[in-house]
């Protein structure tokens, strides 16, 4: 199953415990680079969602007062249109 890091770090175990039995050097290198690859995936995804949490504790409090802006915004599209159309022009 893709992403269930927990299954495929016990898959490494398992293959590190046979190929230190067989004394597969190249076996046990390359299994341990795969645990080092799974970590470095885990590790950004916890951060990534420790960074989540935070922000949107920060947007909660902000969501009042953009519904009523995004109300506002539809009602001035052709509006705006004309003024980017504008600026597109002398920028």
């Not at 050097?25 to 989540?52: F, H, K, N, P």
């Amino acid at each position: 199953m893709v992403g269930d890091f927990h299954a495929a770090l016990s898959h490494c175990e398992q293959a590190l415990a046979l190929l230190t039995e067989l004394d597969d050097r190249q076996g046990l290198a390359a299994t341990w680079d795969s645990v080092r690859l799974i970590s470095d995936v885990v590790a950004v995804c916890c951060s990534t969602a420790d960074a989540i949490v935070v922000v949107y504790a920060s947007i909660r409090p902000m969501t009042s007062a953009i519904s009523p802006m995004a109300t506002a915004a539809f009602e001035l599209d052709d509006w705006i249109a004309v003024i980017r159309a504008v600026i597109c022009s002398v920028a």
